[in-house]
C-alpha cells in the first residue's frame, strides 16, 4: 500500500507519454504525406533563423505589448520544466523536493519559479481580457469562430490552473516547513507562496498535507493532460515552431521557385534540335499535375507550417485583402490546410493506409477560389508571422492548379496571359511599338 | 541594343525598361526621365527595344508557370546572345523576377534597381542631387512590395530623397510593415475581390494622413495605384505622386 501513489503516478506517466508519442507519430505520418523537397543546405543559417526566431522571439516583439507577455509565458514554460523534472523524480520514487540538497541555488530557483509563476498569471489575465473583453480584431475574424475561438481561451484557463496549482502546493509546504511536519524538509525560498501561506495559517498538519499532496497531483495531472492537449490545439506551436523556423524559406521573400519539369519542357520545345529522347530517364519524374488542389500537392514543409500555426493572425491583421473586407485571411489559409490534413489523414488510417476519395479537397471545399484571387503576393503575411510560416506559397500553388490544370483564372487574367502570348507584353500593344517613348517628348 | 552591339561597344548596362516603362502613358515619363539623369552621368547604356518582352512575372504570379518560362528563357537567349552582364531596371517587378528567377533558367546577371542604381553613381560622383526644389518639403514614400519585402532595399531609395534636402516623413505602415498598393501577384490586371474597400485607396489615405505633398513611388504600378486613389479622393491639387528617378531630374531641371 505504501508504494500505491507511486504506482499510479508511474502508470499515468507512462500512459500519457505513450499517448503522445502515438500522437506525435501520427503528425508525422500526416507531415510526410506533403512532397519531398530538399531542405538540408545552408545548416548554418538554418540553425541561426530558429535560434533568432524560436528561441529569441525576436519577431514575437514586433508588436511589443503581447511580444513581451509572450515572452513571459514562453519563459515561464521553459524554466517551470526544471520544477516538472523534480516532481516527476519525487512522484516515481516517493522523494519530497530532491533537488533540495542544492542549498542556495535550490532557494534561488524556487524564487525564480514562483515569481515567474505570477508573472504568467498576469500575462495570462491580460491575453484573457485582449481576446474577450478588448475583443482585438485580429482575434474576432469568422474563421476565429467555434473551436479555435474555445482552444484559445481554453490554453489560458488550463495555464492559470497550472500556476495556481503551483503556487497553492508551494504555500502549503512552506506553511508545513514551518510547522516543522515531517517529510517536509526546510527548503525553498517562497516570495510569492509566503504571503498566501497566510491564509492556510490556520489548518492542521494533515488538512495542510491533504491540501499540499491535492495541488501535486493536481499540477502534474495537468501538466500531462495538456502536453496530450497539444495534438488537437494550435498550442502544438511550442513545439513545431522549433522546425519550421528551421525549414522555413530562406533567400530573397520575392523568389518563387521554378518548377523544374516546365524547364525541360520549354527548353524542349525552344531547342528544335534537341533530341526528345535524350531525356526519358528524368521524364520519369514529372508530376501528372502542377500546383495543388489537395494537401497531398503541398511539400511536407508546408504541412508543417500548417501544423505550427498558432492562429495568431497578425498574418491576417497585415494582409491589404484582409483589411479591405476581402475574405482572403493568410491564417485560414493555414487553418484549413491543417483541417483537411487531419481529415485526410483519419481517412488512410481509417482505410488501412490507403486515401479512399471522400469527394472532397483543400480546393473549394476549404478554399474557396475568391480567396486565392484576392492574393496580392504581397509576402505582409510572410513576413509578420512569428514562427516563419509563408501562406503565400500554399495561394500561389493553388493559384498555379487552377491556370495549368484547369484554365480556370478569371477572364481578365486569360486576356492578360494572352497578350503576353501573342505580343510579349500584358496590354495589347504591338511588340515592335516598345520603343516608341523614345520618339516622343 | 542590337545597334551598339553592331557598333562593337558593349555597354555599361543594359536598361530593363519592362512593359510599362515602355507603354504606360505614365510609365514612359519616368522611363524618359530615368534616361535623362542616364545621358547626363554619362553612362553608356542600350535598351533591349523591340527585342525586350514581359518578364513574365505576372504569368508566374497568376499561376502560369509554362508562359513564365517560355518568356523568361526567351529573353535569356536574347540576352545571352549580346553578353548583358549588368541590368538596371525602374519596375521592382522585372527587378524581382530577373533577380531571382532567372538565375535558375541560365541568366546571371547583376540586377540593380534604378533607385539602387541613381545611389550608385551619387557614391561615384557622376550625377549631383541639387536640393533647392524640394528643399523642405514634405515627401512621404511608398514601399513596392517587390522591392522592399520581397527584396530588402528599404534604403537606397530614402537615401535619395534625403539628398533632396526634403523632409521624409513615414506612413503609418512602412518598411517592412509597408502596405502594397493593390496591384501585385496580378491584380494589376483584374478587378479586385468583393470587399469594403479598394488597397490603393487605404494606402492612400495613410499617405494622406502624413500631410505630405509628394507620394515619392519606385514602381510604375504603385504609381499609378497611387495616382488613381489620389484621384478617387479629388486630392489632386495637394499631392502629386511621383518616381524617384522623377523627383532627381526634376531637381535637375532636365
Ligand atoms: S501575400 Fe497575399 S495573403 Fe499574404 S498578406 Fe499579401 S495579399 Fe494577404
Ligand atoms: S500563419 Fe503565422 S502569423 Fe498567421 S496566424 Fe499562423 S502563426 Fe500567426
Request: a neutral charge; aromatic letters at 8%; glycine letters at 6%.
Amino acid at each position: 500500500m505504501e508504494y500505491l501513489p507511486n504506482v499510479i503516478f508511474a502508470i499515468v506517466l507512462l500512459a500519457s507519454i505513450g499517448f503522445f508519442t502515438k500522437n506525435v507519430g501520427q503528425i508525422i505520418r500526416n507531415i510526410n504525406l506533403g512532397k519531398q523537397i530538399d531542405v538540408s543546405d545552408q545548416k548554418s543559417t538554418r540553425w541561426k533563423n530558429m535560434a533568432r526566431i524560436a528561441m529569441g522571439q525576436t519577431k514575437m516583439v514586433v508588436r511589443p505589448i503581447p511580444g513581451l507577455l509572450h515572452i513571459i509565458v514562453y519563459l515561464g514554460f521553459i524554466i517551470i520544466n526544471i520544477e516538472v523534472l523534480e516532481i516527476i523524480i519525487d512522484g516515481l520514487f516517493g522523494t519530497h523536493r530532491i533537488f533540495a540538497p542544492l542549498g542556495a541555488l535550490y532557494s534561488f530557483l524556487i524564487a525564480t519559479f514562483e515569481i515567474l509563476a505570477l508573472l504568467v498569471i498576469v500575462a495570462v489575465i491580460l491575453f484573457w481580457l485582449r481576446r474577450n473583453i478588448l475583443r482585438l480584431k485580429r482575434f474576432i475574424k469568422p474563421e476565429m469562430k467555434g473551436w479555435p475561438k474555445m482552444d484559445a481561451n481554453l490554453i489560458l484557463y488550463i495555464e492559470l490552473a497550472l500556476m495556481i496549482f503551483f503556487l497553492t502546493m508551494n504555500a502549503a509546504d512552506f506553511q508545513l516547513q514551518q510547522l516543522g511536519a515531517e517529510h517536509y524538509t526546510k527548503a525553498g525560498v517562497f516570495p510569492v507562496s509566503g504571503l498566501i501561506a497566510s491564509l492556510f495559517s490556520d489548518m492542521s498538519i494533515p488538512d495542510l498535507i491533504l491540501l499540499e499532496r491535492t495541488a501535486w497531483w493536481l499540477h502534474i495531472l495537468g501538466i500531462l493532460m495538456f502536453l496530450n492537449y497539444l495534438y488537437y490545439s494550435k498550442h502544438l506551436h511550442i513545439l513545431l515552431a522549433f522546425p519550421n523556423t528551421y525549414y522555413a524559406k530562406l533567400g530573397p521573400k520575392g523568389q518563387f521557385k521554378n518548377l523544374d519539369s516546365v524547364t525541360r519542357e520549354v527548353r524542349l520545345m525552344m531547342d528544335p534540335s534537341a533530341d526528345p529522347y535524350a531525356v526519358p530517364a528524368e521524364s520519369t519524374d514529372t508530376p501528372d499535375k502542377f500546383g495543388a488542389s489537395d494537401v497531398q500537392d503541398l511539400s511536407w514543409v508546408q504541412l508543417l507550417n500548417a501544423y505550427t500555426c498558432t492562429e495568431c493572425g497578425r498574418c491576417t491583421s497585415e494582409c491589404p485583402a484582409n483589411q479591405t473586407g476581402k475574405k482572403l485571411s493568410p491564417r485560414k489559409i493555414m487553418m484549413d490546410t491543417r483541417d483537411r490534413l487531419e481529415e485526410v489523414g483519419k481517412n488512410i488510417k481509417a482505410n488501412n493506409g490507403v486515401f479512399l476519395d471522400d469527394g472532397k479537397q483543400l480546393l473549394d471545399t476549404y478554399i474557396s477560389r475568391e480567396e486565392l484571387w484576392a492574393c496580392t503576393s504581397c509576402n505582409a503575411c510572410v513576413e509578420a508571422c512569428p514562427v516563419s510560416i509563408d501562406p503565400l506559397s500554399i495561394i500561389m500553388d493553388m493559384r498555379q492548379f487552377l491556370v495549368m490544370e484547369q484554365s480556370a483564372a478569371p477572364s481578365d487574367l486569360n486576356n492578360m496571359m494572352g497578350n503576353i502570348e501573342n505580343n510579349g507584353a500584358p496590354w495589347p500593344f504591338n511588340q515592335m511599338d516598345r520603343l516608341n517613348w523614345s520618339k516622343e517628348n | 541594343m542590337a545597334e551598339v552591339t553592331a557598333a562593337g561597344i558593349q555597354p555599361e548596362v543594359l536598361f530593363w525598361v519592362g512593359c510599362a516603362g515602355s507603354f504606360d502613358d505614365r510609365a514612359k515619363k519616368i522611363t524618359k526621365a530615368f534616361v535623362k539623369i542616364l545621358n547626363e552621368a554619362n553612362v553608356s547604356f542600350a535598351v533591349l527595344g523591340t527585342e525586350e518582352s514581359c518578364t513574365g512575372d505576372p504569368a508566374k504570379r497568376a499561376g502560369n508557370e509554362f508562359l513564365f518560362q517560355m518568356q523568361a528563357m526567351t529573353n535569356i537567349e536574347v540576352m545571352n546572345s549580346y553578353g548583358v552582364k549588368k541590368l538596371v531596371t525602374a519596375c521592382p517587378h522585372c527587378f524581382n523576377t530577373l533577380k531571382n528567377e532567372y538565375p535558375g533558367l541560365g541568366g546571371q546577371y547583376e540586377v540593380v534597381h534604378h533607385t539602387q542604381f541613381l545611389n550608385e553613381l551619387l557614391a561615384e560622383g557622376r550625377i549631383s542631387v541639387e536640393s533647392g526644389k524640394f528643399k523642405g518639403k514634405r515627401i512621404t514614400y511608398h514601399d513596392p512590395c517587390y522591392l522592399g519585402r520581397a527584396n530588402g532595399v528599404y534604403e537606397a531609395p530614402r537615401e535619395l530623397i534625403k539628398k533632396l534636402d526634403a523632409e521624409l516623413v513615414e506612413m503609418k505602415n512602412s518598411k517592412k510593415r509597408g502596405l502594397c498598393c493593390g496591384a501585385g501577384g496580378a491584380q494589376m490586371f483584374k478587378e479586385p475581390e468583393k470587399g469594403d474597400k479598394d488597397i490603393n485607396i487605404e494606402r492612400t489615405e495613410q499617405a494622406l494622413e502624413t500631410q505630405a505633398e509628394i507620394i515619392a513611388a519606385a514602381c510604375p504600378f504603385c504609381n499609378t495605384m497611387l495616382t488613381d486613389g489620389v484621384k478617387g479622393k479629388e486630392k489632386e491639387s495637394s499631392i502629386q505622386v511621383m518616381d524617384i528617378a522623377e523627383l532627381i531630374a526634376s531637381a535637375k531641371d532636365l
